[in-house]
C-alpha cells in the first residue's frame, strides 16, 4: 500500500528545499548587485579654455624661427631634459642631487606611505581572519545553584578554555569600500605626481643656480682683467706723476677707480658664495664640504620649443597631481552618500571550548557560530541630526575646491610659459644689442687710449671710456646668463618634456 501521506510530506520538503535554494541565489544575486553600484558621481574632466597657440610662439614664428611641435605627456619619461645644454659637470650636479637631497627624499617617503594607505584600503575586500585563544578561572556564586532548583552548596571553581577562529566581512554595498579605494589610489596618484613636480623643481634649481655661478665666474674674470689694467696704468700714472709730469688729480682718479673695480669684484665675490651655499643644500651637502670650480660661461643657452597648448596639460606634473585631487574628491562624494544607506557585515567563527585542557581541541569540544557576535549585523542610521547630509555637502564642496583649484592651476602653467617665452625673445634680442654695445664701446676705448696717447684728450675721457666698456661688457654678460637662467624655467613650465 502506498503512503500519500508520506509521498506529500516528500514532495513538500523537496520544494521547501527548492524555494530555500532559489532564495539563497536572489540574495546572493542582490548582494553581488549592490555591491557593484556606486553613489559618486561620474567623473568628468572640468572644461578650460585652451588657446590654440601660444601667442610667443607666433611672434617667434614671424620673426623666422623653425621649432618642432612637441609631444609628450605624463606617462612619457622626461629624460635628462640638461643635457641639451652639453655640459658634464651640470650632468653630474644632476645626478648627485637626485641621490641625495632631502625635500626629494623626503617627497618619496611621501609616495610610499601613500602607497602603503592604498594598499591597505584594498584589503578590505577581502574578510579578516582573526584566531584567540582564551582561559577563564570562574567559580559562580551559591546563589546561582539554588536558583536552579540546587541545594545551594558551594560550587567548586573551574577553568574553561577556549579556542576560536572569527571571519568578518563587510559587504560592499552600494560601493562604499570601493569608492574608498578609488579615493586613495587618487591620493597615491597625485602624490607620485607632485614628486615629479619636487623633482623637476629639483634639476631646474640645480641648473640654475650652475648659471647663475657660470655667469658670475665670467664678469669676475672681466673685473680681474680690468684690475690688471687699472693697477698697471696706477703703475704708470704713479712714475709720471714722481716725474712731475702729470698732476695729483689724475694720480687720484686712477687710485679710486681702482679700489671701486676691486670693491665689485669684492661683492662678486660674496654673491658667488651665497649661490654655491644654495647650490650644496640641493644637492645634500654641508656648504663646507662642496666647492665648484670657476668656469666662465661659454656659448649662448638651446631655444626651446613650445609646442601646442594642448600638450602643456599633459605634461605638467603639477597639473596631473591636480586632476588626481579632483578624482580623490569626487569619489568621496559617494562614499559620504553611502551613510544614507545600510552597511551589512558578516561574521562566522569556529573553535572549541572545554573545561579540561586535554580536550580542547576533542571533536565533541567543537562550537561554531554565524552572525554578529557584538552588534547588528544590518544596520542603518535613522537619525543623526543632519550629520550626513553636512558630511555629503562637505565632499561636494572639497570636489569643487579641487576644481577651481585645477582650473586656477592651468591657468598659471599658460601664464608661465607665456612668461618665459617673452622673456627668451626678448633676452636674445636684448643680448643682441648688449653684444653690439659691448664692441662698441672697446672700440671706443681704443680710439680714446691712441688720442691720449697722442695728447689729444686727457686723462678723464680714458677712465670714463673704461668704465663704459666695463660696464657694457658686464651688462652682456649678465643677460646672457639670464638666458641660460630663462631656457631652463621655461623647461619648467612645459613640465620638463619636449623633442627637437
Known amino acids: 500500500m502506498i503512503n500519500y501521506v508520506s509521498l506529500r510530506g516528500a514532495k513538500a520538503t523537496r520544494q521547501s528545499s527548492a524555494s530555500k535554494k532559489l532564495d539563497c541565489f536572489a540574495m546572493l544575486a542582490m548582494t553581488i548587485l549592490l555591491s557593484s553600484c556606486s553613489l559618486a558621481p561620474d567623473f568628468v574632466l572640468p572644461e578650460v579654455k585652451t588657446p590654440e597657440h601660444f601667442e610667443q610662439s607666433q611672434i617667434m614664428k614671424a620673426g623666422g624661427a623653425n621649432w618642432k611641435v612637441a609631444q609628450s605627456s605624463e606617462s612619457v619619461d622626461r629624460g635628462e631634459w640638461w643635457e641639451i645644454f652639453a655640459d658634464q659637470t651640470l650632468n653630474e ?19 610610499e606611505s601613500s602607497r602603503a594607505t592604498a594598499r591597505a584600503s584594498a584589503s578590505t575586500f577581502f574578510p579578516t581572519i582573526d584566531l584567540g585563544a582564551n582561559a577563564v578561572r570562574s567559580k559562580p556564586a551559591s546563589a546561582a545553584s539554588a536558583a536552579f532548583g540546587g541545594s545551594g552548596a558551594q560550587l567548586k571553581p573551574y577553568t574553561l578554555y577556549s579556542a576560536q577562529a572569527v571571519a568578518s566581512y563587510e559587504v560592499d554595498l552600494f560601493g562604499r569600500v570601493r569608492d574608498n579605494e578609488k579615493a586613495l589610489i587618487s591620493d597615491t596618484e597625485s602624490t607620485e ?89 640641493l644637492l645634500g651637502k654641508l656648504p663646507s664640504d662642496f666647492s665648484l670650480a670657476e668656469k666662465p660661461l661659454v656659448g649662448n643657452p638651446p631655444r626651446i620649443p613650445a609646442g601646442v597648448p594642448s600638450s602643456l596639460l599633459e605634461r605638467r606634473p603639477d597639473i596631473s597631481a591636480a586632476i588626481s585631487t579632483m578624482q580623490a574628491a569626487n569619489a568621496r562624494i559617494g562614499v559620504a552618500r553611502t551613510a544614507y544607506f545600510p552597511i551589512l557585515n558578516l561574521t562566522a567563527s569556529a573553535g572549541s571550548s572545554s573545561s579540561e585542557l586535554g580536550e580542547l581541541f576533542d571533536w565533541s569540544s567543537r562550537t561554531w557560530a554565524l552572525g554578529q557576535l557584538a552588534g547588528d549585523a544590518l544596520s542603518v542610521t535613522i537619525f543623526n541630526d543632519g550629520r550626513t547630509g553636512a558630511r555629503v555637502d562637505a565632499a561636494h564642496a572639497t570636489y569643487k575646491e579641487a576644481v577651481e583649484n585645477y582650473r586656477g592651476q592651468v591657468l598659471s602653467a599658460f601664464r608661465d610659459v607665456e612668461d618665459n617665452l617673452s622673456a627668451q625673445r626678448l633676452l636674445s634680442e636684448q643680448s643682441q644689442m648688449n653684444d653690439e654695445a659691448a664692441r662698441s664701446a672697446r672700440r671706443t676705448t681704443e680710439i680714446v687710449l691712441t688720442r691720449y696717447d697722442e695728447g689729444d684728450v686727457n686723462y678723464f675721457e680714458v677712465v670714463s671710456a673704461w668704465r663704459d666698456t666695463l660696464a657694457a661688457e658686464r651688462a652682456a654678460v649678465q643677460v646672457r646668463g639670464q638666458r641660460f637662467v630663462t631656457a631652463i624655467e621655461l623647461i619648467r613650465a612645459l613640465g620638463g618634456g619636449w623633442q627637437q
Not at 93 to 111: I, T, Y
Not at 226 to 251: P, S, Y
Open 93 to 111: 650636479l644632476q645626478k648627485q642631487a637626485s641621490e641625495a637631497n632631502n625635500s626629494l627624499a623626503a617627497a618619496a617617503a611621501r609616495v
Open 193 to 281: 605626481a607632485m614628486y615629479k613636480n619636487i623633482l623637476l623643481a629639483l634639476q631646474a634649481d640645480v641648473a640654475q643656480h650652475y648659471y647663475y655661478i657660470r655667469a658670475l665666474d665670467t664678469e669676475r674674470d672681466l673685473l680681474r682683467d680690468t684690475v690688471i689694467i687699472r693697477e698697471e696704468a696706477l703703475r704708470i700714472m704713479q712714475k709720471q706723476f714722481d716725474l712731475g709730469e702729470v698732476g695729483e688729480q689724475d694720480l687720484s682718479r686712477i687710485k679710486s677707480e681702482l679700489a671701486g673695480v676691486k670693491a665689485e669684484l669684492l661683492a662678486l665675490d660674496r654673491q658667488r658664495t651665497i649661490y654655491e651655499n644654495a647650490l650644496a643644500v
